[in-house]
């Protein structure tokens, strides 16, 4: 199984900053990954997908970089709807497909 | 706009099977360029895909639970399903459901997952 490693597992931000959140794939997944908000009680929302498509209706604030192994996801400036905890997924090749443990984001 | 809604039985006896049902609205499952997909989330803690179902009817199950996991669909009903046996608290779960789209890239056929059910919670417990 492909592990999906994201750091940080939580950070505090304040509304307009620049958030980065990384995640680490074991072996290459050649773009194969997508981004996920989830808030409490709420069911994850795709964000990005082939690592830096941007949904329809996702707020351009949200990008996605990375190639190999290692992918990126930058929140240009937080917004109040922003504070969620967010996922990385891997979709490559043979399932199954594989999640990173995820990362919340929290109002400093 | 495509919506998806899981049911089911929401309280599981320890050994016994789960079942829950996912109807697909705004679409047809039947259509080509999708998978089906179960994915769950023990309460406070992360995403566990557990498999999916192709509009053509082959399923791909994670190994951790291929053993106890069984994906189908009712094409009359637009509908698929998921069967979990010999359920024990682990499997003490919010469940979705998931549609997966595909897509190309440098001619390799790729699905991520775009639309979700609200999810249910299921609890096993005597």
């Known amino acids: 199984d492909i592990q999906m490693t994201q750091s940080p597992s939580s950070l505090s931000a304040s509304v307009g900053d620049r958030v980065t959140i990384t995640c680490r794939a074991s072996?290459?997944?050649?773009?194969?990954l997508a981004w996920y908000q989830q808030k409490p009680g709420k069911a994850p929302k795709l964000l990005l997908y082939a690592a830096s498509r941007l949904e329809s209706g996702v707020p351009s604030r949200f990008s996605g970089s990375g190639s190999g192994t290692d992918y990126t996801l930058t929140i240009s400036s937080l917004q109040p709807e922003d504070f969620a905890t967010y996922y990385c997924?891997?979709?490559?090749?043979?399932?199954?497909?594989?999640f990173g443990q995820g990362t919340k984001v929290e109002i400093k | 706009q495509l919506q998806l809604q899981e049911s089911g039985s929401g309280l599981v006896k320890p050994s016994q099977t789960l079942s829950l049902t996912c109807a697909v609205s705004?679409?047809?499952?039947?259509?080509?360029?999708?998978?089906w997909s179960w994915i769950r989330q023990p309460p406070g803690k992360g995403l566990e895909w557990i498999g999916y179902i192709y509009h053509s009817g082959s399923t791909y199950y994670n190994p951790s639970l291929k053993s106890r996991v069984t994906i189908s669909v009712d094409r009359s009903k637009n509908q698929f399903s998921l069967k979990l046996s010999s359920v024990t608290a682990a499997d003490t779960a919010v469940y979705y459901c998931?549609?997966?789209?595909?897509?190309?890239?440098?001619?390799?056929?790729?699905?991520?997952?775009?639309?979700w059910g609200k999810g249910t919670t299921v609890t096993v417990s005597s």
């Open positions: 705004g679409g047809s499952i039947s259509s080509g360029g999708y998978s």
């Open positions: 998931a549609r997966a789209v595909r897509y190309f890239d440098w001619l390799e056929a790729y699905y991520y997952m775009d639309v």
């Open positions: 997924q891997q979709y490559y090749s043979t399932p199954p497909w594989t």
């Open positions: 072996q290459g997944i050649s773009n194969s």
